[in-house]
């Protein structure tokens, strides 16, 4: 099975042209699973501490509008998160896009952070935890979206339930170890293959690159500033179920969200 990750622009000018960019790259390397960041189809809403409806509002159009454009893909399957508003409720919720379904709200976020740079809890809420295994491709998937992807609990039961592909869209800053570190952990933690894409630049402490590790935690492929899209060829079959307790040691969390 072959997946893209990708370093998404902050700049919303220059969205346009890095998907343009970005399918031709899919395409080419006919990957089977495309993996973007947190809501990359606006600005980056939580930079601001203060809540604005308008902006909401503006962004959950924003992603609704590309909906019409994920067929440029071809056959790939495309999994992120966008703002969806349920009732009342602003929540940051995965979605998987596939040819013969559409678009469809899978995981939310149930951990959220609020700092410099990600006042998330200002623009929408935390979610009931809801750690369920869904398709895409053909694959079983399970999302640990940003700081979900530190809880090493929910990764190893991911990977007792038969996971095979871990996904972390994530909104990111400056490059930081300590998240290729978590990723990796929550990986071989899961016995699974761990995904992840982010927005380079949108918050000051949640690393820039995007990743793909192997079920050992071996570092397959990773994004930089000059090759912002990667493409990697996943043999399935490697995927383990991990039902052990035991978790490889993290570096500590410094958000205030993480507690």
């Given at each position: 099975?072959?997946?893209?990750?990708?370093?998404?622009?902050?700049?919303?000018?220059?969205?346009?042209?890095?998907?343009?960019?970005?399918?031709?790259?899919?395409?080419?390397?006919?990957?089977?699973?495309?993996?973007?960041?947190?809501?990359?189809?606006?600005?980056?809403?939580?930079?601001?501490?203060?809540?604005?409806?308008a902006h909401?509002?503006?962004?959950?159009?924003?992603?609704?509008?590309?909906?019409?454009?994920?067929?440029?893909?071809?056959?790939?399957?495309?999994?992120?998160?966008?703002p969806y508003?349920?009732?009342?409720?602003?929540?940051?919720?995965?979605?998987?896009?596939?040819?013969?379904?559409?678009?469809?709200?899978?995981?939310?976020?149930?951990?959220?952070?609020?700092?410099?740079?990600?006042?998330?809890?200002?623009?929408?809420?935390?979610?009931?935890?809801?750690?369920?295994?869904?398709?895409?491709?053909?694959?079983?998937?399970?999302?640990?979206?940003?700081?979900?992807?530190?809880?090493?609990?929910?990764?190893?039961?991911?990977?007792?339930?038969?996971?095979?592909?871990?996904?972390?869209?994530?909104?990111?800053?400056?490059?930081?170890?300590?998240?290729?570190?978590?990723?990796?952990?929550?990986?071989?933690?899961?016995?699974?293959?761990?995904?992840?894409?982010?927005?380079?630049?949108?918050?000051?402490?949640?690393?820039?690159?995007?990743?793909?590790?192997?079920?050992?935690?071996?570092?397959?492929?990773?994004?930089?500033?000059?090759?912002?899209?990667?493409?990697?060829?996943?043999?399935?079959?490697?995927?383990?179920?991990?039902?052990?307790?035991?978790?490889?040691?993290?570096?500590?969390?410094?958000?205030t969200s993480?507690?």
């Open positions: 099975m072959r997946v893209t990750v990708c370093q998404w622009p902050e700049s919303h000018q220059a969205i346009e042209r890095a998907w343009e960019r970005l399918i031709e790259h899919v395409r080419a390397e006919r990957s089977a699973l495309l993996v973007l960041p947190e809501m990359p189809f606006s600005p980056w809403l939580a930079r601001s501490r203060e809540f604005n409806a909401w509002e503006a962004a959950v159009d924003a992603h609704q509008r590309w909906d019409a454009r994920m067929s440029e893909a071809g056959s790939a399957a495309i999994v992120g998160t966008r508003t349920f009732g009342n409720e602003r929540l940051c919720a995965a979605f998987i896009w596939e040819a013969d379904t559409g678009s469809r709200a899978a995981h939310a976020n149930s951990r959220i952070r609020n700092e410099e740079g990600a006042w998330e809890r200002g623009w929408y809420a935390p979610a009931p935890a809801d750690f369920t295994p869904a398709q895409a491709a053909g694959a079983e998937v399970g999302f640990l979206i940003s700081l979900e992807l530190w809880d090493l609990t929910e990764a190893s039961r991911y990977g007792a339930e038969g996971v095979q592909l871990l996904i972390t869209p994530r909104a990111g800053g400056a490059a930081c170890g300590k998240w290729l570190d978590a990723g990796v952990a929550a990986a071989s933690s899961a016995g699974a293959f761990g995904l992840s894409s982010t927005r380079a630049g949108a918050s000051a402490d949640s690393g820039g690159e995007g990743w793909i590790i192997d079920p050992q935690g071996q570092l397959l492929a990773r994004t930089t500033e000059s090759k912002p899209f990667v493409t990697a060829e996943l043999d399935l079959g490697q995927v383990r179920h991990v039902r052990s307790p035991q978790h490889p040691d993290l570096p500590t969390m410094s958000s993480a507690t």
